[in-house]
């Protein structure tokens, strides 16, 4: 059974630089076909797309963060890591990271079939 | 941006009865349409994929059906361990894909 757990900071001060990490346990991040995807959730609003890591290689961000958001995967440590950089109070959210199936031709599907718990991170001063 | 919307907000439902969840697409994403179950405390989890293929372990007292616009979940007798809040997502255009807003299932 693949879980994936989020640890994340908690709070964070705004200008600051937020990371989060996400274990896979029950499966390997270094195992091919799967999007390490990360989305999040500010309270009362819906859930926004982040980005995505395959193979450590190729990555995707959403347009709207690109300039301050990265993903990482450490394969040696099973987990992969979401960092984003400036954050203000808007970026406060309950943070999931999943992973994502592939579909036709190795394309992302968009499917998520295992999602982690969500992190709360607060951005305040 | 393809927005999605469900309906109800809210659903209470008795136990063993059947409940009817909604979601409507702004435009046509064919099939390609996920629902996922989102309990108190746990991580979501995928219920049905391509509109209507349950996910591994769903039970078949949970189907799913339509196409282009409108998509339905349906819970055929529902049980306590049902109580959740139940997302549709449509991925014909993914990334980055839309969620609708939930609805939360209640036991009456």
């Known amino acids: 059974q693949v879980q994936l757990q989020e640890s994340g900071p908690g709070p964070v001060k705004p200008s600051e630089t937020l990371s989060v990490t996400c274990t896979v346990s029950g499966g390997s991040v270094s195992s091919g076909g799967y999007y390490w995807t990360w989305f999040r959730q500010p309270a009362g609003k819906g859930l926004e797309w982040i980005g995505y890591i395959y193979d450590n290689v190729r990555s995707n961000y959403n347009p709207s963060l690109r300039s301050r958001v990265s993903i990482s995967l450490d394969t040696s440590n099973n987990h992969f890591s979401l960092t984003l950089r400036s954050v203000t109070a808007a970026d406060t959210a309950v943070y999931y990271c999943?992973?994502?199936?592939?579909?036709?031709?190795?394309?992302?599907?968009?499917?998520?079939?295992?999602w982690g718990q969500g992190t709360l991170v607060t951005v305040s001063s | 941006e393809i927005v999605m919307t469900q309906s109800p907000a809210t659903l209470s439902v008795s136990p063993g009865e059947r409940a009817t969840l909604s979601c409507r697409a702004s435009q046509s994403v064919s099939i390609n349409l996920a629902w996922y179950q989102h309990r108190p405390g746990q991580a979501p989890r995928l219920v049905m994929y391509?509109?209507?293929t349950r996910a591994t372990a769903i039970p078949d007292r949970f189907s799913g059906s339509g196409s282009g616009t409108e998509f339905t979940l349906t819970i055929s007798s529902l049980q306590s361990e049902d109580l959740a809040v139940y997302y549709c997502?449509?991925?014909?255009?993914?990334?980055?894909?839309?969620f609708g807003q939930g609805t939360k299932v209640e036991i009456k």
């Open positions: 391509d509109a209507s």
């Open positions: 999943a992973r994502v199936t592939s579909g036709s031709h190795g394309m992302p599907s968009g499917i998520s079939d295992y």
């Open positions: 997502q449509q991925y014909d255009s993914w990334p980055p894909g839309t």
